[in-house]
C-alpha cells in the first residue's frame, strides 16, 4: 500500500493505492480520499472494477508461455525491427523531467485526437514521484519515441496507469503496424523490468467490454494471458467542501 496526496483545483486530494482496509488516520488532512484496487470489499460505498493480473514470480519463459501465440510473434517481430525501450523509476524521472513533459504531451495529444475528455493529471504524477511510486517506459524507432506506459507500484504490485500509442500520427498502415509490436514489446519489457526489481504482479489497470474502443483494448490485454481479478474503488468525501465536490460531480 502506499498513498499520496495532490491538489485538483481548490481540493486537496489523497490517493491511498491497495489499501486491504480502510485507512481513517490518511482521511484527514485532505477533502476527497480515492481509494484505489482495494483487494478486499470495503465497509463503505464502493465501485468494482475487473482487472486482469500477470504472476511474475515465474521465469521469463514462463511469462512469455501465458501470452497468445499472436502476441509472442509480435514481440519477436519487435525484437528484430530494432525497437529500443527504456524503463525509468521515480529517481531517474526527478533528474530526467523532459521523460514527463514529453509522456503528458502525448497523452494529451491522443486524448484530443480522439475527442476525449480528461487531461494528464500532472499534480498527482508528481505527488506519485515523489512518494517513489512512478515508474516510466517508453519505445522507440529510430530514436523517435511511439509508445509510453506509466505506472503506480507500491513494491509488489505495479499497476498500468497510462498507456500512449501514437500509432494515429503515422500516415501508413506499415508504421502504425510496427508500433502496435513496440507496444507489445514494451509490455512485455516492462513485465520482466518489474519482475527485476522483486514485484510479483503485474495489473493491467482494468479489463472490461463497453463501446469498440474500449473492447479492442480490453482483447489486446487479454492477449498477454493475465487472470482476471475483482478489485474495489471507493471515494471518502472527508469535508464539507469535498461533499459538496461531489454532490455536484454526480
Known amino acids: 500500500m502506499f498513498h499520496a496526496k495532490y491538489k485538483k483545483s481548490f481540493l486537496t486530494m489523497r490517493a ?11 482521511e484527514k488532512g485532505c477533502h476527497i480520499a480515492y481509494y484505489h ?13 475487473t482487472t486482469l493480473w500477470t504472476d511474475l514470480k515465474g521465469s521469463p519463459d514462463d511469462i512469455l508461455s501465458t ?8 514481440i519477436r517481430r519487435a525484437q528484430r525491427d530494432r525497437i529500443q525501450t527504456g524503463f525509468f523509476d521515480s529517481a531517474h524521472l526527478s533528474g530526467a523531467p523532459e521523460i514527463i513533459e514529453e509522456f503528458s504531451w502525448a497523452y494529451n495529444h491522443f486524448l484530443e485526437a480522439k475527442n476525449l475528455p480528461g487531461r494528464f493529471n500532472y499534480n498527482a504524477v508528481e505527488a506519485y514521484k515523489e512518494t517513489g511510486r512512478f515508474f516510466v517506459s517508453l519505445a522507440k524507432h529510430n530514436e523517435q519515441s511511439c509508445v509510453y506506459h506509466g505506472y503506480v507500484a507500491d513494491g509488489n504490485i505495479a499497476r498500468l496507469l497510462y498507456s500512449v500509442s501514437l500509432f494515429r500520427d503515422a500516415d501508413d498502415p506499415a508504421t502504425r503496424a510496427l508500433i502496435g509490436r513496440a507496444n507489445r514489446l514494451l509490455h512485455f519489457d516492462d513485465l520482466l523490468a518489474f519482475k527485476g526489481i522483486g514485484y510479483s504482479l503485474y495489473d493491467w489497470g482494468g479489463y472490461s467490454y463497453g463501446d469498440e474502443d474500449v473492447s479492442n483494448i480490453s482483447r489486446f490485454k487479454f492477449g498477454f494471458g493475465g487472470k482476471p481479478m475483482i478489485v474495489y474503488d471507493a471515494i471518502v468525501p472527508c469535508s464539507w467542501l469535498g461533499k459538496l465536490a461531489l454532490r455536484v460531480r454526480k
Do not use: A, G
Open 16 to 26: 491511498i493505492w491497495f489499501s486491504e482496509h480502510r485507512e481513517k488516520e490518511l
Open 37 to 49: 484496487y482495494m483487494p478486499n470489499k470495503p465497509s463503505l460505498p464502493f465501485k468494482e472494477v
Open 67 to 74: 501470452m497468445d501465440k499472436s502476441v509472442r510473434y509480435e
